[in-house]
């Protein structure tokens, strides 16, 4: 996204004495432009940065006065034992659902090409969860994870695996939401996957065949994976970034229980700002949870270029 | 040498192949069969320690009357049109004008547009929920359709695709159209986005699936059962039958997914297309 930007021509040179037609095109590119112009403003980077202010001042929902409070809301979050188990859930989280979701999106997505016979049928049934409301799935996950009539235990009893109450065991009601995160990205992460491998060009893997690569795992090993390296930043990116926003499934199903093991950023950003009516500190989660968001863009950007240098 | 491409053609490996993707297919699709099932049974039966696929005794009509009627799922459904389709009309209109004018016309400005369009693809959604909650409360907006629909109606993802596609379309077509005496703005809505339908209609399919799923924000913003969107509708279905009448409430859940997964299996390549289209610039 970001090279774009750069490739974009900066500062048009113009001679001064411009032509009705310029003008005219000026005007009509204002007008046309304009309105997207005013709502970017209004809804998306000016309340960036009223998050911002606002994580500076000590205001509660409603109140009529404000006033700064300097890092006090920082101050106190890094006091807050409640925030860290909060940040530690998040990451957790993030580091179970992401590479599962890649790597078996990348698995199904090469199994699925490797082939002709049903690929319609394998494609459309892994994505068929990426279009579906997840908060009705996340329900029938809840039944799903009963303790004793549920689909997955009875599974479990059935093959030996010992079983529990997933969702109320504090020990893997994380994973338990983990499950349904990954559930959900896998399609779109197979979908990501086979364009990639379409990219690819054919006479590759003919090449690799005439320096000997024969068998399947050489070819993957010396054309697909290194070919596949752009595609695979940009899903574990997209991925990321989406783990990081898990709500959903916590308000639904756990209520970022028991005893605060499944409280993620957003969650407790929800509860703070929206139940508990503190705008100023929910502000401040607010600018923590951006924080991981851009720093996963910037390390994207980062290896990016990396690439594209030795590439 | 071999000129079959990544194909392996072994026995072996296709019976791999379809172990594998089968378990998986099984897998993904496990979800979707559970919630019909549940939702054709009595409640006798959900609770009892052995699955069966179909209802020894068929208890479809009741649940899905009592999804019907004990909430009103009709009018959440309903509101999920409303909303979904305003907020696609409006940004439709915001973005194909922008659009057009990055892609195509030259402007002193263009370059600061198009890094705030940049700007705005970094930022989620979840980030402006506090100051556009304050906005809405000072407007006196609050718990109405607009409090929905009003944050939705710029899409710097949108403007961004149909940027990069009408950056495809050939300036000839576009000077043709004024040497016919069309202005820029007939231009937009007559000759380019007709050209852009591909990349209008994957645009569309992922605002529809995006703002049919929300949930975050018409939790945060509706109070009233009469807004609320299909995923909200779910849970007030939920908290009201103390999520133990399993029935209607799989019966509810299979409702407000049905149309979206009716659109994906009806126009498929579509929605594949639409994700793709976003990753590949």
């Known amino acids: 996204m970001s090279d774009l930007a750069l490739a974009a021509p ?88 992401v590479p599962l979701s890649v790597f078996l999106g990348l698995g199904a997505a090469i199994l699925i090409e490797a082939g002709e016979s049903l690929r319609g049928f394998y494609r ?70 086979i364009a990639g491998l379409k990219a690819i060009p054919k006479d590759l893997y003919e090449a690799a065949a005439v320096d000997g690569a024969d068998g399947a795992f050489e070819r993957f090993r010396r054309v697909t994976w290194p070919m596949l390296g752009p595609a695979m930043l940009f899903v574990v990116t997209i991925t990321a970034i989406r783990a990081f926003q898990v709500f959903d499934t916590v308000q639904v ?48 950007v980062r290896l990016q270029e990396r690439n594209t240098h030795y590439g | 040498m071999r000129t079959r491409s990544i194909a392996a053609t072994g026995l072996g490996f296709q019976l791999f192949r379809h172990a594998a993707l089968g378990l998986g297919a099984f897998l993904m699709l496990a979800p979707f069969v559970i919630m019909i099932s549940v939702s054709l049974k009595p409640s006798g039966e959900i609770f009892s320690p052995e699955f069966t696929l179909l209802p020894k005794q068929w208890h479809a009509w009741q649940n899905y009357a009592d999804a019907f ?33 990055l892609a195509k016309l030259r402007w002193r400005g263009r370059e600061t547009m198009f890094m705030l369009v940049l700007l705005g693809l970094l930022i989620p959604p979840q980030v402006t929920a ?87 924000w018409p939790l945060i913003v509706v109070q009233s059962e009469h807004l609320a969107t299909p995923p909200l509708g779910v849970v007030f279905f939920a908290n009201a039958e103390a999520g133990t009448n399993y029935g209607p409430l799989m019966a509810a859940a299979t409702a407000i997914t049905a149309p979206l997964v009716i659109a994906f299996l009806a126009a498929q390549r579509w929605f594949i297309d639409g994700v793709t289209m976003t990753a590949v610039k």
């Open chain 1, 124 to 193: 459309a049934a892994f994505f068929l969860p990426v279009v579906s409301t997840l908060l009705a799935m996340a329900l029938v996950f809840q039944f799903a994870f009963h303790p004793t009539v549920g689909a997955i235990n009875l599974t479990l009893a059935f093959v030996g695996i010992p079983t529990t109450d997933w969702l109320k065991n504090p020990d893997t009601a994380l994973f338990a939401l983990g499950v349904i995160g990954i559930w959900q990205a896998i399609g779109l992460s197979m979908v990501l996957f």
């Open chain 1, 10 to 97: 900066t500062g048009l040179a113009r001679p001064a004495r411009a032509r009705a037609g310029e003008t005219a095109e000026q005007l009509a590119a204002w007008v046309l432009a304009g309105p997207a112009f005013a709502l970017i403003w209004i809804l998306l980077l000016g309340p960036t940065v009223a998050v911002f202010v606002l994580s500076f001042t000590d205001w509660t929902f409603g109140m009529p006065e404000i006033a700064w409070a300097g890092l006090e809301n920082y101050r106190e979050m890094a006091g807050d034992a409640v925030f860290w188990k909060t940040l530690r859930n998040t990451l957790t989280y993030v580091a179970f659902v």
């Open chain 1, 253 to 300: 199903l756990t209520d970022g229980g028991p005893n605060k093991a499944t409280n993620v950023l957003l969650f407790q950003m929800y509860q703070e700002g929206f139940s508990f009516l503190r705008s100023a500190y929910a502000a401040a989660l607010t600018v923590v949870f951006l924080g991981f968001v851009l720093l996963v863009t910037v390390i994207q």
């Open chain 2, 130 to 216: 506090i100051p556009l909650y304050i906005l809405l409360w000072q407007l006196g907006l609050l718990n109405t359709y607009a409090a929905i629909i009003l944050p939705s109606t710029i899409s710097v993802f949108g403007i961004f695709l149909m940027r990069q596609f009408f950056l495809t379309v050939p300036d000839d077509l576009i000077n043709a159209a004024r040497l016919d005496g069309l202005g820029e703005f007939a231009i937009v809505w007559r000759i380019m986005m007709p050209t852009a339908m591909p990349a209008v209609i994957a645009f569309g399919v992922l605002s529809l699936v995006w703002n049919w799923n929300e949930f975050f």
């Open chain 2, 69 to 101: 009627t004990k909430q009103p799922l009709a009018r959440y459904i309903l509101n999920g049109f409303i909303v979904t389709g305003s907020i696609f009309a409006c940004q439709l209109l915001t973005a194909l004008p922008c659009a057009y004018a």
